[in-house]
């Protein structure tokens, strides 16, 4: 069965850096685009990031867009998320969710996510 | 970049009938996703595309579109549809994404 699972979170201060892995399984990894999307405490739900399927394409949110960058490794079947300068606006749960695209249709869909890792951003 | 614009908070009776809606720009072009989150759980997909539900997704879920508002109806409302509700779709721009602020149902 698919399975989406991220690790890499904690406790990091002010200014700086960390990394987040989405280790992916039950698919085709390399076929599919892959999206960071995180949740703050109490708040709803904002998108952050999306790759390729082969890593040629990646946009960001305006909110993280210089400071974190998205990667893959489709030999690895693991998504990644580097953040620097991390700001206290950052904490949140981070979630990577796997993309249906119809392009045609014009239809897109989020149809798998991880259980989210905790990114607690404090001094 | 969108936006997409939810009710707060909406309460049904149970097994009463509960209409969600989700306006933006965006979704003159694309199509709206639906997100059904309970405290503490990743986000679970519940309609995506012109009304299509995955499997194991209840048939009381149903999705539609009108112009830049789509809505997702939940026909007899159970006890365990309690959640926080999101829509999302492709950004105007084409390459971004983007999530409605949300919706608390509360059943009754």
């Known amino acids: 069965q698919v399975q989406l699972v991220e690790s890499g979170g904690g406790v990091v201060q002010p200014g700086r850096s960390l990394r987040l892995s989405c280790a992916a399984s039950g698919f085709t990894f390399s076929s599919y685009a892959i999206h960071w999307v995180r949740q703050a405490p109490g708040k709803g739900l904002e998108w952050v990031a999306i790759i390729s399927y082969d890593g040629s394409n990646k946009y960001y949110a305006g909110s993280v867009k210089g400071r974190f960058t998205i990667s893959r490794d489709n030999s690895k079947n693991t998504l990644y998320l580097q953040m620097n300068s991390l700001r206290t606006e950052d904490t949140a749960v981070y979630y990577c969710?796997?993309?249906?695209?119809?392009?045609?249709?014009?239809?897109?869909?989020?149809?798998?996510w991880g259980q989210g890792t905790l990114v607690t951003v404090s001094s | 970049s969108s936006e997409l614009t939810q009710d707060p908070v909406v309460s049904v009776a149970l097994r009463q009938t509960v209409r969600i809606t989700c306006q933006g720009d965006?979704?003159?072009?694309?199509?709206a996703s639906w997100y059904q989150q309970k405290p503490g759980q990743a986000p679970l997909l519940v309609i995506y595309?012109?009304?299509n539900r995955p499997s194991g997704i209840p048939d009381r879920f149903s999705g539609s579109i009108s112009g830049d508002t789509a809505s997702l109806t939940i026909t007899g409302a159970q006890a365990e549809d309690e959640a926080d509700y999101y829509c999302?779709?492709?950004?105007?721009?084409?390459?971004?994404?983007?999530f409605g602020s949300g919706t608390k149902v509360t059943v009754l």
């Open positions: 999302s779709s492709r950004d105007s721009s084409g390459n971004h994404f983007v």
């Open positions: 969710a796997r993309v249906i695209a119809n392009t045609a249709m014009a239809i897109y869909y989020f149809d798998y």
């Open positions: 595309g012109n009304n």
């Open positions: 965006s979704l003159r072009g694309y199509y």
